[in-house]
Nanobody
């Protein structure tokens, strides 16, 4: 069983930045593809970004491409989401997720992920 704990959320003015962190328990973090999803009030959870386990290949949703960057530090069992140029529409609860399947495909749907964190709130005001 893997436990994921997110941190770094908060209240920020539009145009500002935040860095989210997600720490995973266990000794096999380097074999997980890691993803970030978000869920705004009244909306479905949506994919934000993911980074592969094998070659650190990253993929981001069009809505955040060029503003958000996902990275990982396997020595610290941590995945990060650097969010720049934040907009009010980025307001959501952000969830970290782990995919243990060791595939070459970077998952963009919730079903592809096996473990989830509890989420961290990001609120962007104008």
């Amino acid at each position: 069983q893997v436990q994921l704990v997110e941190s770094g959320g908060g209240l920020v003015q539009a145009g500002g930045s935040l860095r989210l962190s997600c720490v995973a328990s266990g000794r096999t973090f380097s074999t997980y593809t890691m993803g970030w999803f978000r869920q705004a009030p009244g909306k479905e959870r949506e994919f934000v970004a993911a980074i592969s386990w094998s070659n650190n290949r990253a993929f981001a949703a069009d809505s955040v491409k060029g503003r958000f960057t996902i990275s990982r530090d396997n020595a610290k069992n941590t995945v990060y989401l650097q969010m720049n140029g934040l907009k009010p529409e980025d307001t959501a609860v952000y969830f970290c997720a782990a995919d243990e399947a060791r595939t070459i495909v970077i998952g963009t749907t919730q079903l592809q992920y096996d473990y989830w964190g509890q989420g961290t709130q990001v609120t962007v005001y104008s």
